[in-house]
């Protein structure tokens, strides 16, 4: 779904220059460990899918799984395939299989036990499903990270490998084999708060509620005094369209979440993340009336918004580290001051090759701003109101 995600040009001296208006600051330092933590591999969720799919694919000579598995896919979008083999026949060797690639995959992405079995197996595409309700047998492959790739490898029951056009759906029915993004995302996004919070990139939270008056508000420096009651104003997305893009037809949809940065009530950075999980497909207009920004957690009434997609590799605490890393070195100066570029350039290069991946930017999102607002890229458009929340 997402636009092409070349890694940003230029942006190093902006940042550069955030740091040197901060000079001299004192700021709060990272633990000695953060610094140095390279981010996972980011071919350790795609290697555990690979191993994934091909024990599937040498368990369908078993018949009567197959055609439990068959009829799974048939019936349901994605299949929870650890759960399925585990009740379902399946055997001691692919479970095997299945729950250390499942444990892999979490330990990748930062993520305990508790988030529970993320594999899922669903059909690579609906022109395949008269072919597999036929009987053929399926091949089974990984999902791609990669919306750049032209080939897809698929292995068969016997374990052979077949090379496939990533751009055209083959006739033969393939199974792939991918991660639930979805929960992946949700229990990612709370490893990514809590871990910013740990390292000092949050605010305190407000005592008090926003602006009372239910006027239209006013863009720049607001007080920091605020009523003892009442509701609070917010930015809310009444509509979301992404750029399309071609992509392989093995990848699944997308999981759009967004970074809103900027200034809390206490002066320090603050970084709320926001799941977007409706945002699917590409070309789509989406109508979600979703609140964006609280503004009553902000000192300024500007803030920026970084939208990203998990893409499978995503490892949050590593996120959070580096994201942190470049944050702690901005301190308020009593003016606004964008962060978009510091939350990009504090992820490493290598991590724009498959994830996370950069969507686009909203910089100086105001909290009057009514209309439809197009990101620095290009590659998405939103359209924003002020919305008041009141005290119920």
Known sequence: MRPPHPRRRGLGAATAALVALCAGQTLTALPATAATTAPAPTSAVTAAEDQAARAMARSLTDSLWRARVRTAALTSEEVDVTAMAAQ????RALRSTLTAADRRIATAKGLGAEVGPLLRLRLGDASMRGALAAGTTPWVAAATQDEDVTTVTAYDSHGRAHTLDARKAPAHPVYVVDIDSSTALAA???VLTGELARYGVHSAEPTAAADRTGTEPATGHR???LAATGGFWTTRITAVELSDDEEPWIKGDAEIYTLVTGFGQDGKVRVDPVDMP???????VYRPNQILVNWSSYKYDLADAVMMEEDGSTNYHDLAQA?????LTITDQGAYIPLVNAVLDAIPADWWTDDPDYVDSWYTLARGDNGTRHGARGNGWMTVQPYYVPEL
């Open 88 to 91: 379902a026949g399946g055997s």
């Open 188 to 190: 990612g996004l709370d």
């Open 223 to 225: 007080s920091p005094a």
């Open 278 to 284: 409706y945002l699917d497909n590409d070309g789509t």
């Open 323 to 327: 994201i942190a890393a470049a944050l």
